[in-house]
């Protein structure tokens, strides 16, 4: 067994018993990560100075200083959060010669934690996508079967803990862009309550619903990295002031486990259902308490996401203008011509169509129609899920209504969006949320059970996931 087929915290424990290095396990997963990077492409850019970093861990090692749990850990970066003296491109044309002056927040956190950080994980373009396949620099295959997408738009960052390219992996979460390839990869993805984790440095795609996200192997590795970045950060005016502790239980028993019946009445893959079914039904076998709850918005919830995050997104890209930084065309004749030509030659095809869609649904005329008819179901969808959580601790849902998706497919917008359908409520309302892995489906494609809690209650998130880790869910082999 290699050491990058251990888990994060296996291997924190292994390398204070000096049965290995921080150098080691950096270089065993440098070799992985590189193998698989022609079949995989789960990396846009590999970090030079990370063996350094991995030596300053064992320098302290060897100095008897006390080690973090995530010390010497080879941790995956998705390329929409800055670090410092590194190529941060949003897998786009517009930003493929751009290198951060600055760290974003939890990248600080990481280097001061004494993490490895090993690379950059490739990603849809501006995280706008759900197969990894709309960037610059190609698509992210499924490690389990690389005819299928990885999922998105963090494809790179779940694929990469996959297959052992690293233990460790930060994504970004808009409307289910941790969860969805996490569930698609087989691992763990947690999505934090909104302003649990600062977004500074995590460049813009929808301010009101961007987070950034933990990616593990398992609840507990995935949990030790979520509380290393749920720090409060003065430059992020959105944070709380609530933080998660150090405590997993992992207990089910009287956990009341909500089960929403407009979720479950929409379409989904047969295996999708059995697997997510089975998992509710271990968990009350093992003591939670099942519920049926109705959240009657939660399936136009769709609907309006895509029109508020298209909305901000035309307005966050607008910055993008060919003159401060990215992507220029050349060959312009005039400033309106530099600016129409930078922008259609450094834009994909999905960032343009979201960038045109929010611009429509803000223009005069249309506004009232649509952007302020979104905002008001985003509000009538909060308080819904207020009084669910009146009745409930939890609710359980499927992560994707789909184990896999087949690469190279066309594929219609409409139908590509409407898959959203269960991680974007919660996206919507700014809850916590986990995938963990709970069966496969025929062709052997991970399932993943999506765990949901109220706002702020991300540590009971965790405990649950934790708890029907411990009872035998979880596992993916």
Not at 95 to 103: A, F, G, R, V
Not at 248 to 272: I, N, S
């Amino acid at each position: 067994m290699k050491l990058c087929d251990h888990t994060a915290l296996e291997l924190a424990e292994m390398l204070r018993k000096r049965q290995c290095s921080a150098k080691e396990i950096y270089l065993d997963t440098l070799q992985r990560a590189k193998e698989k990077q022609d079949s995989i492409n789960a990396y846009i850019t590999f970090n030079d100075e990370a063996e350094k970093a991995a030596e300053a861990v064992d320098n302290m090692l060897a100095d008897g200083k006390e080690l973090t749990l995530i010390a010497g850990i080879p941790i995956a970066v998705k390329d929409n959060i800055s670090t410092k003296g590194l190529r941060t491109t949003c897998a786009s044309k517009m930003l493929s010669d751009y290198i951060s002056p600055y760290d974003a927040f939890a990248v600080e956190r990481l280097k001061s934690a004494g993490a490895v950080i090993i690379g950059k994980s490739n990603m849809d373009e501006f995280a706008m996508g759900s197969a990894s396949d709309t960037g610059y620099y190609g698509a992210v295959r499924n490690p389990v079967n690389t005819s299928y997408s990885a999922g998105g738009s963090s494809g790179g960052s779940a694929a990469s803990i996959s297959y052992g390219g690293a233990l460790l992996a930060l994504g970004s979460d808009t409307g289910g862009s941790v969860r969805q390839p996490a569930s698609l990869c087989g691992v763990v993805g947690f999505c934090p309550s909104y302003g649990a984790v600062s977004r500074y440095g995590l460049i813009a795609f929808a301010s009101s619903l961007d987070r950034i996200g933990a990616i593990g192997r398992t609840v507990s590795d995935t949990f030790i990295l979520h509380n290393i970045i749920n720090v409060a950060d003065p430059k992020d005016v959105t944070m709380s002031d609530i933080f998660c502790s150090f405590n997993l239980k992992g207990e089910l028993k009287g956990v009341k486990v909500g089960v929403v019946k407009e979720l479950f009445d929409c379409f989904m893959d047969d295996d999708v259902r059995s697997s997510v079914m089975a998992a509710i039904k271990l968990m009350e076998k093992n003591g939670a308490v099942i519920k049926e709850i109705s959240i009657p918005s939660i399936r136009s919830a769709v609907n309006a996401y895509y029109i508020i995050s298209s909305a901000e997104a035309s307005s966050n890209l607008a910055r993008y203008d060919g003159i401060r930084y990215g992507y220029r065309s050349d060959g312009s004749g005039s400033l309106a011509e530099m600016y129409r030509k930078s922008r259609s030659e450094g834009f994909g095809t999905e960032v343009k169509r979201r960038i045109m869609l929010g611009t429509f649904v803000l223009s005069e005329g249309f506004c009232d129609d649509y952007y302020k008819r979104a905002a008001a179901l985003r509000r009538r969808l909060c308080a819904e899920f207020n009084e669910a959580f009146e009745q409930c601790d939890i609710i359980a849902a499927p992560v994707y209504p789909q184990a896999g998706i087949k690469l190279g497919e066309s594929k219609d917008p409409i139908d590509v969006y409407s898959a959203d359908v269960f991680t974007v409520p919660s996206s919507m309302a700014g809850l916590p949320s986990i995938s963990i892995p709970c069966g496969k489906n025929k062709e052997g494609l991970p399932v993943g059970l999506q765990l949901i809690g109220n706002r702020f209650c991300d540590n009971m998130v965790f405990d649950a996931a934790y708890g029907y880790e411990l009872v035998g869910g979880g596992i993916n082999d």
